[in-house]
DNA sequence: TACCAATATACGCATATGGGTATATCTATA
DNA sequence: TATAGATATACCCATATGCGTATATTGGTA
């Protein structure tokens, strides 16, 4: 019981769900976050921090750049972000995200080891 | 996108995951809740508040009794539902709720107009 | 009309939460 | 070793949120 509503309290927050969709949809570096969301590092890192330390999230170094990636094992968590990305015109905040997302992947690397 | 947010974010707290989920279940009054929540009066009565002044439930007198329904218009909100019900197991509370539920209205008609 | 039951809400309080600024920490490179 | 870039976290602040107690409101009945 505690797991569903810690599941339902980090998705009341705007900039997490925004997140937890892109991190939904593929492993991702601060900075890569942090320019999509068109918000501060500090804000996203914490914002990260929690879903870590919740389990919902799981960071990797490479190098100079921490890359974070969805812990697959909260199944409620899953079937809600599926309901959000089969729905995703409802959302265009959402919808904008993984759009620029798209973008990025297809005209730079970023975090490239040099 | 506000919408999604004000789902998660009535879901947030157990109290009202309760509720939802035996609103989900049927139609009952509030003196029925708080005999199965085990929970105040004004404490049920403000979280139904919310959920009604959010949209959630709806309410409806008869005589002395107020009775709320789920307003089934919230996809998100059905699937989560749902998908709770089915994994009943897991939520013991939950299913403690919903036990108690049936016995009640196995044995005595609560809030029936006299 | 008075009294009672069911329920909603006002008020005050304690705790939780998100966000900005500044700074600490870690890694890469010259 | 010094410098720079990426990121985490400390600290402080403002606002949100849940809860208990007390009281107001509505409907039923004698």
Redesign the pocket.
């Known amino acids: 019981m505690e797991k569903l509503l810690n599941t339902f309290?980090?998705l009341?927050?705007?900039?997490?769900v925004r997140l937890l969709v892109m991190l939904y949809h593929k492993k991702l570096?601060?900075?890569e976050l942090?320019g999509v969301l068109g918000?501060?590092?500090?804000?996203?890192?914490?914002?990260?921090?929690?879903l870590r330390d919740m389990g919902f999230v799981k960071?990797e170094?490479q190098?100079?750049?921490?890359?974070?990636y969805l812990n697959m094992d909260n199944k409620m968590l899953n079937t809600i972000l599926q309901e959000i990305v089969v729905n995703l015109g409802e959302y265009p905040t959402l919808a904008k995200d993984l759009q620029q997302l798209e973008g990025v992947e297809k005209f730079i690397q970023i975090?490239e080891?040099?």
């Not at 009341?12 to 997490?16: A, I, L, N, Q």
């Not at 190098?63 to 974070?68: A, R, V």
């Open positions: 309290k980090v009341s927050d705007e900039t997490r570096c601060v900075c942090c918000e501060s590092q500090p804000k996203v890192s914490k914002h990260l921090a929690k960071d170094r190098e100079q750049f921490i890359f974070y975090c080891p040099k």
